[in-house]
């Protein structure tokens, strides 16, 4: 009796195990549906893609399906332009576990150099990329591998793009082209991006031809994907509009950019919607449309401060995560080396950024002392005229010297006039007015004024009224209203902020001042 009660025992125990493994699997085998489910749609419904993985997040405690859907995530806030959120994920401890694969460890890596590169961590951004080619070494030779090198060097040329070497981008992309041909037959995600990326290179150099042959192949390429790629299909058509608008194709560059801000409208893209409604309120100012010209630059500049406080959180979280990895390699070291030499070194270091940090708040507070002195120096002696202090600093784009004349002489009929005064003002405004970009614009007054563009208009308002106070009596009588709306500012709160922050005291004080000096300059002519 005891022998067949132990041997139904075992028969019982034997299911129990089975049927437990076989729920396992089951689990496993829908949570990797789940995850093929999620990346057919990261580029065309991002937030779905986004609950799945989330989902995926909060059951499995596989360490490689949580690494993959913090990869997931990471690329679908990347269509979404949330970088902040995009970053948290993909630099998430959890993807460092020692059982996560190569392949998702590549993948990872791309990503992360893809959001340290958009935010200008280029040295950081290479890095990544370089333990990445060092995974890679270790990958058997297939068709997996050849997509991931390409994409390793996709991401080199789009630095090179985005830094303007585009000749530099070209011969790249061509060794790519070489270095892959049997690939890119078949591939055609990664041979539509080659030719997108030589497009921007040509249009970039201004060669308009070269950059219509490849945006041509590009858009041939564009709906052979076996997925509904919005987010490409955004990037593409805004890409042809503002290849149109260059070749001053306005309705052509409008229709383009239309289709490609409904895309970015699809998923909800800020920065793509930002870029296109700048495109188009060039477009708009360069044809005479000043009513739509109006619409689309006021939805740019809204876009712009929102994508601005993304990019700035980003960056923020950005240096706090590689300050937490730059620690956690000190403590690691800290285990096999000498702990007072590291000791010694995090104090040098300590102490190295406290005296720069002093130096520099030095160096500005001179600066904020010497403008003061300027600003006075104005009021109290007419033939003194505040000059920009001009500055050696590394250039961040490269203008051609013909251009880089052309808009300084622009700029300086510019400050001669009263333009500045109007209160539509803005960066995209005037490169219109200028028939140039935004960014070669901005890099000539960084360069030659020592200013971002805001610091630039708002120091000329500012001498504008400092003048006015100076040369006309009756101004001083004026209230601080009128002087704010004369200047171009909408309200009395703005202007006196920007005047205190560039003389150093409010406009109240300086006319004390002022009137100070006109009454004992009347007594002693008077005595």
């Known amino acids: 009796m005891k022998q067949k009660d132990h041997h139904c025992y075992k028969i019982v125990h034997s299911i129990v195990i089975w049927i437990g493994l076989l729920l396992s699997f089951c689990s496993y085998a829908q949570e990797h549906n789940l995850i093929i489910k999620a990346q057919e749609l990261v580029y065309s419904d991002p937030d779905e893609s986004i609950k799945i993985a989330e989902h995926i997040l909060n059951t499995s405690e596989d360490p490689e399906q949580i690494a993959i859907s913090n990869l997931l995530i990471a690329k679908a806030q990347i269509v979404k332009g949330d970088y902040n959120k995009a970053v948290i994920f993909a630099f998430d401890k959890t993807n460092h576990t020692k059982s996560i694969t190569k392949n998702t460890q590549l993948e990872l890596n791309l990503v992360k150099s893809q959001l340290l590169r958009r935010v200008y961590l280029d040295t950081q951004a290479q890095d990544v990329l370089d333990k990445g080619k060092e995974l890679l070494k270790n990958l058997p030779q297939n068709s997996y591998k050849d997509s991931l090198q390409c994409l390793i060097k996709l991401e080199e040329i789009y630095t090179l793009n985005e830094r303007r070497n585009s000749d530099k981008a ?111 309120s060039i477009n708009y100012l360069a044809s005479n449309q000043n009513a739509k010209h109006k619409i689309f630059n006021e939805k740019y500049i809204s876009l712009n401060a929102e994508v601005e406080r993304t990019e700035q959180l980003a960056v923020n979280s950005l240096y706090s995560i590689l300050a937490d990895q730059d620690e956690e390699f000190f403590k690691t070291e800290k285990e096999t080396h000498n702990n007072y030499l590291y000791l010694l070194i995090a104090g040098l270091l300590v102490a190295l950024f406290v005296g720069g940090y002093i130096v520099i708040k030095g160096e500005t507070r001179k600066k904020r002392r010497k403008e003061i002195i300027n600003y006075l120096e104005i009021v109290r002696h007419k033939d003194v005229k505040a000059k920009p202090v001009k500055k050696t600093k590394p250039k961040r784009i490269s203008i051609p010297e013909e251009t880089e004349q052309l808009i300084l002489s622009k700029l300086k009929r510019f400050e001669a006039s009263n333009k500045f005064l109007n209160k539509d003002i803005s960066l995209a405004v005037l490169a219109g007015q200028f028939d140039t970009n935004t960014k070669y614009l901005s890099g000539v007054i960084n360069k030659h004024y020592d200013d971002n563009f805001n610091t630039f208009i708002n120091k000329l308002r500012i001498n504008y009224v400092i003048d006015k106070l100076k040369s006309d009596p009756h101004y001083i009588n004026y209230k601080i209203s009128f002087l704010a709306e004369e200047s171009g500012y909408s309200s009395h709160s703005s202007f006196a902020t920007v005047f205190k922050s560039i003389v150093g005291m409010s406009p109240v004080t300086f006319i004390k001042l002022i009137q100070k000096e006109r009454a004992e300059s009347k007594q002693k002519s008077s005595n």
């Open 170 to 280: 070209i011969a790249l992309i061509e060794q790519t082209q070489r270095e892959f041909n049997s690939f890119l037959k078949t591939n055609i995600t990664e041979k539509r991006a080659l030719f997108l990326a030589k497009e921007r290179a040509y249009n970039n150099l201004a060669q308009y031809d070269s950059a219509v042959v490849y945006i041509e192949k590009t858009l041939k390429l564009l709906n052979t994907s076996q997925f509904n790629d919005l987010y490409q299909k955004a990037l593409i058509y805004r890409e042809l509009g503002y290849l149109h608008l260059q070749k001053k194709e306005f309705n052509k560059s409008e229709e383009s950019l239309i289709i490609a801000s409904r895309f970015a409208e699809i998923i909800n893209n800020p920065i793509l919607l930002m870029e296109i409604n700048k495109d188009l």
